[in-house]
């Protein structure tokens, strides 16, 4: 599935089976809940802090879909092409930091 496809069955899933979006700001809200969900895992998995009945049965990759998710519908909702704005990401990132990486010494 490629990132338009993704958006475009998100957009459908919500015109349908959710009945409408959310709005922008809910959006937002639901993304840092989902985004800290995420990071609850993540530091129990890979950080210090040891897991709690409460995290059991959790994933990883499906607290990734939910991030994902809520950002694929604030995307359709304010008109953003996922997959222009990755491309033009990368370009930026490639053209900021082509010797800066390579460069530091933190990461040799």
């Known amino acids: 599935m ?3 496809q993704a958006q475009q069955e998100v957009d459908q899933w919500i015109k349908t089976i959710g009945v409408k979006y959310f709005s922008e700001l809910t959006n937002l ?5 989902e985004v800290g969900e995420l ?3 993540m530091v129990r998995k ?10 059991k049965g959790k994933e990883l ?3 990734m879909a ?7 519908c604030l995307a359709n909702q304010t008109g953003v092409d996922l997959t222009v704005a990755l491309q033009k990401n990368i370009e930026k990132k490639t053209n900021r930091d082509a ?7 933190k990461l040799k």
């Open 2 to 4: 490629t990132i338009q």
């Open 29 to 33: 809200g639901i993304l840092m809940e």
């Open 39 to 41: 990071s609850r895992l």
């Open 46 to 55: 890979y950080g210090e802090q040891s897991f709690k009945e409460s995290d």
């Open 61 to 63: 990759a499906d607290e």
């Open 66 to 72: 939910d991030v994902l998710w809520v950002l694929l």
């Open 99 to 105: 010797s800066r990486h390579q460069e530091n010494k």
